[in-house]
């Protein structure tokens, strides 16, 4: 089969490409038995990976996954095709006449002064589009934050929706307090060896930790993200030491010897980096 660029340019040679992978006869058998379930993992995965590649600041790597995800969505607007459901042209269609419609300040003369008068037409064009699609209404100030939400951004979504109608704490130490309290409740539970409930109560310690940051104004997901890469950062660091001081490495070291080298390389660290 050729392959031509000049035939087939830009989106429209992704769309082909993704065609021909889908092809019942001469297609990829991977490709052929996804569906839209099947994929859902795959494209969570890759916005992870734009997300990282941008926090690594690496150009090349930021338009590699991102055409990574932008195949996930010419990977569903096949499907969509061949369901005579939709294509890739009427997502993109679907969603400029969205953005239109709830920018009027941007592509009408509606004014529009401040954050506050942005956010409550945002919500108000939203609510008249789900009326005028005939959804059923929801009056919970709790409507329509997706359940399949990364737990901890719905977490947080959750929060800031109470937290408008006056269900929040009033100041850090507040919500400090009540941290402690859910590790008390948490270790009580582990004492016990109640599986169930030491589920239960991690989680509301989770919750908890969140709301602290949500107070602080702290992106919780950012915060961890640096936190994992500097955890990794400082036990490689860990690694090359041992591996250095002991031919078998780690696993010849006890955990005190390990401790130390963890706290020569946070010296070392702070000395780079004063």
Not at 80 to 87: H, I, K, L, S, V
Not at 113 to 138: F, H, M, P, S, Y
Not at 194 to 215: K, Q
């Amino acid at each position: 089969m050729s392959i031509n660029n000049q035939e087939f340019p830009g989106v429209a040679r992704i769309l082909w490409v993704m065609e021909q992978l889908r092809h019942p006869v001469s297609g990829c058998p991977w490709d052929k038995e996804q569906t839209f379930d099947s994929i859902v993992p795959f494209t969570i995965e890759e916005a992870y990976e734009v997300a990282d590649a941008i926090a690594e600041g690496n150009m090349a790597d930021i338009k590699d996954e991102l055409g990574d995800l932008l195949f996930q969505v010419v990977f569903y607007a096949q499907l969509g095709q061949e369901q005579a459901a939709f294509n890739f042209d009427q997502i993109a269609e679907h969603v400029a006449e969205k953005l239109i419609r709830r920018h009027p300040h941007v592509f009408s003369d509606s004014q529009i002064k401040t954050e506050e008068e942005l956010n409550a037409n945002w919500e108000a064009i939203k609510q008249r589009e789900r009326q005028e699609q005939g959804k059923v209404e929801d009056g919970s100030i709790l409507a329509n934050i997706p359940k399949g939400m990364v737990p901890m951004k719905r977490a947080i979504k959750l929060q800031k929706r109470c937290a408008k109608v006056g269900f929040d704490w009033h100041d850090k130490q507040q919500v400090a307090d009540k941290i402690q309290e859910e590790i008390a409740e948490v270790i009580e539970a582990c004492e016990q060896q109640d599986s169930e409930a030491l589920s239960e109560e991690v989680g509301d310690l989770l919750f908890a930790t969140l709301n602290l940051a949500r107070h602080c104004n702290v992106d919780p997901e950012h915060a961890l993200l640096k936190a994992n890469r500097k955890f990794e950062r400082r036990f490689r660091q860990v690694e090359e030491l041992a591996t250095a001081q002991q031919e078998q490495g780690l696993q010849a070291m006890s955990l005190q010897e390990l401790e130390l080298l963890w706290q020569q390389v946070k010296v070392t660290e702070k000395q780079d980096n004063p």
